[in-house]
């Protein structure tokens, strides 16, 4: 993103160069801006416009509320850009203090342009499938002691990555990886191992159970713990989830120490996309809130030095302006006039 900006800025100049007094070089200078501008405005109306589908379908609750509320908080940072740019025209108090909200609202927005943009290139650039011994499905909700179709699509895929090792010679393991939830009536392993033998042509033999974990890091730890225990080796695995889960999957895979890891996903309803991927978002941020608080901190705390600067150097200015010139220099430039 950094690179990007540099190439913006430098193509601007090469235009002012070509062209200074022609509308090319603000053609060069205003498009990228506006069309950034432009599209975040449209991504937070298309998320506001998401919510009331996934309430209707998924139920209101805190999860299916994500969407809109990234996009007021992306309408509310374009809102307060605009607001202090019209402020740097007038020279108001604003120019110094709307930074101040400004800046959390555009770490969040770079973070999220570049989590996208890495979700999107991640699933097209890991290592080879058919290297891997081991297959871990991640679990989700049930529907009573049933798998959910997000869960079934899960383990669709999973089965379809054990024929792919298959043919490619290997006798790889499944494992089937969620505890039981307080509102559920079975473990959500047990209900993915019973999918498996009765809607797949997986043998029973070649599927492990782990029936204890409440999240993804457990899903991960108590996965590695179980095929240790096995004596089975885990340095290569493909973790199977959803699509919009992926990223961070991969991320919690290699902080446990699974370099060799491979995530791969299965699709979700588009209905439930911007809100499963946001949510996953929104839990990276929460993951990494101490780097992000840092980030902050350095920034505003830049910018306020950046501020008081500019007003020192601009008191200074006023006055050296105000200031009664003495008589001798002002016989002195006489004298030179």
């Known amino acids: ?44 109306l298309l998320l506001a416009a998401n919510t009331p589908i996934v309430v209707r379908r998924e139920g209101l609750r805190m999860a299916t509320l994500v969407p809109a509320a990234l996009g007021l908080a992306i309408i509310a940072t374009l809102a307060l850009v605009w607001w202090w740019m019209f402020s740097a025209i007038y020279g108001d108090w604003q120019l110094v203090v709307v930074p101040l909200g400004i800046i959390p609202g555009a770490i969040i927005v770079a973070e999220l342009m570049a989590y996208t943009t890495y979700a999107v290139v991640y699933p097209r650039v890991h290592g080879r499938i058919t290297d891997s011994e081991v297959i871990v499905v991640l679990g989700a909700g049930l529907n009573g002691d049933r798998v959910t179709p997000l869960l079934a699509s899960r383990l669709d895929r999973a089965v379809r990555v054990y024929d792919d090792l298959v043919a490619a010679g290997r006798q790889p ?67 199977v989830t959803n699509n919009f889960h992926v990223l961070r999957s991969a991320s919690l895979s290699r902080e446990l120490g699974i370099p060799g890891a491979i995530v791969v996903g299965s699709p979700t309803a588009w209905y439930y996309l911007p809100s499963g991927f946001l949510r996953e978002f929104a839990a990276t941020v929460v993951h990494y809130r101490k780097q992000n608080v840092l980030t902050w901190a350095v920034i505003s705390g830049l910018w306020i030095a950046l501020a ?30």
């Open 1 to 44: 993103m950094a690179s990007l900006t540099m190439i913006w800025i430098s193509a601007t100049a090469i235009a002012v160069i070509i062209a200074p007094e022609g509308s090319f070089s603000l053609l060069v200078a205003v498009l990228p801006v506006l069309v950034v501008i432009l599209g975040l405005a449209a991504s937070a």
């Open 173 to 239: 393991w499944i494992v089937v990886s969620g505890g039981k939830g307080s509102d559920e009536v079975v473990s959500e392993a047990s209900a993915m191992a019973r999918y498996l033998a009765e809607e797949t042509h997986v043998p029973a033999d070649a599927v492990l159970l782990e029936d204890a974990s409440t999240n993804t890091r457990e899903n991960l730890e108590n996965s590695l713990q179980l095929l240790a225990d096995q004596g089975i080796n885990s340095a290569q695995m493909v973790v």
């Open 308 to 337: 008081a600067v500019a007003l020192i150097i601009s008191a200074r200015e006023e006055f050296v302006d105000d200031a009664p010139v003495p008589p001798a220099a002002q016989e002195l430039v006489q004298g030179v006039g």
